[in-house]
């Protein structure tokens, strides 16, 4: 049985379910001073996390611990390339993670770089109101997460949580190919929708 | 470049997931890289990945964070100014030096192609496929997911003209008859998400061709 996006819904855990801001503050911290403590803070959240997302992609409990120890790492050796304006500290070290876990647990090139040197229209320093519809939008999206179809949000976990291709979830779930697409396609209208609605 | 051809939302769904079969990843990346509507895209996609991934229930770890030098690493450098607009380097070094001298395999009259190794254990099939200008490839469908990204003159099918950074993405339930243009023909990156689907679309490709 799939879990259905089941901690995407607000929930009552004894782990803080939201991520508070200071993440890229002490990311921007690592970056500049190589600040160790910093560093510790991150991996404190994060470490956790990515354990936690290594072994819905498969890794066992050890392998996946590995894996949160390197993509650690490679926060702190690549940090001087994370900037806030190119997305949120978590965005970042989640592209880390799924980029570690193509390599290692699947043994392919992940052929998708880091979100480094791709923004032609970077803005000059954080923007405070650029900050709370960044809050915003995260909010919007975890709220329309929650209230999607569960025919939908079992496709956008199984590819993002489980990390199964589309002919992977059309044969998991036993569907055309086309139907797993145009769910998929469904799912991010509504998102993408609210996430527009913002501006 | 104007690109008027562009992913379609699952394909960029499974691209922010990092959910693609290795060929597939290889021509998003590439499309990618030439075109700023669908890195903005990309964005929104990612936020859904973002959102999940923080809504893991986090697994407790057993071993300290790991131990690092105040002093190592990459300081607070952005590199600058290396937008290339152009094929991403993981591709360059596939193909091991420039355009013109890909080691070209004729398979059809007028058709060329050049496959690309994929990682062992991939699955899927990336390959260049060059077509002689004016050559027409009979009406074909396709057995799985299939995207073609324009890196040399253009062709046209049913659905328009593709031009250099356009990109098919083209599910299982469409059939296609395109034609290179008839001056600069076609020069494109092909990635099927298994690799008995190339094969079978070689097999179409020669067969009015060749009469098998």
Known sequence: MVQVLESARPSRRAYPVKIPRTMSDLLQKVAQTRDVEAFRKLFELYGPRVKAYMMRQGADATTAEDLAQETLLTVWRKAGLYSDEKGSATTWIFTIARNLRIDRLRREVSWQPLPENRDEEASDGPDPEEEVTARERRDKVRAVLATLPPDQSEVVTLSYVEGLSHSEIAERLSLPLGTVKSRMRLAYQKVKEAVEDIR | MKITHHLDDSTLMACAA???????????????????????ELKKHSLIGEALFESLSPVPVTREAPVVAARSGELGSHPQ?????????????????????????????????????????????????????GTKLPEHGHGGNELTLVLEGSYSDEFGTFRRGDVADLGDDVEHRPVADPVEGCVCLVATDQKVRFKGLVARLMQPLTGI
């Open chain 2, 18 to 40: 990092g959910s693609q079969p290795e060929a597939m990843a290889a021509v998003v990346s590439s499309h990618l890289a030439v075109c700023p509507h669908c890195r903005e």
């Open chain 2, 81 to 133: 100014g290396d937008v290339t607009h152009e094929l991403p380097a993981s591709l360059k070094s596939a193909l091991a030096g420039a355009m013109d001298q890909v080691p070209w395999r004729r398979i059809a009259p007028g058709v060329w192609h050049c496959p690309i190794q994929l990682s062992e254990d991939a699955l899927g099939d990336l390959r260049l496929l060059k077509v002689a200008a």
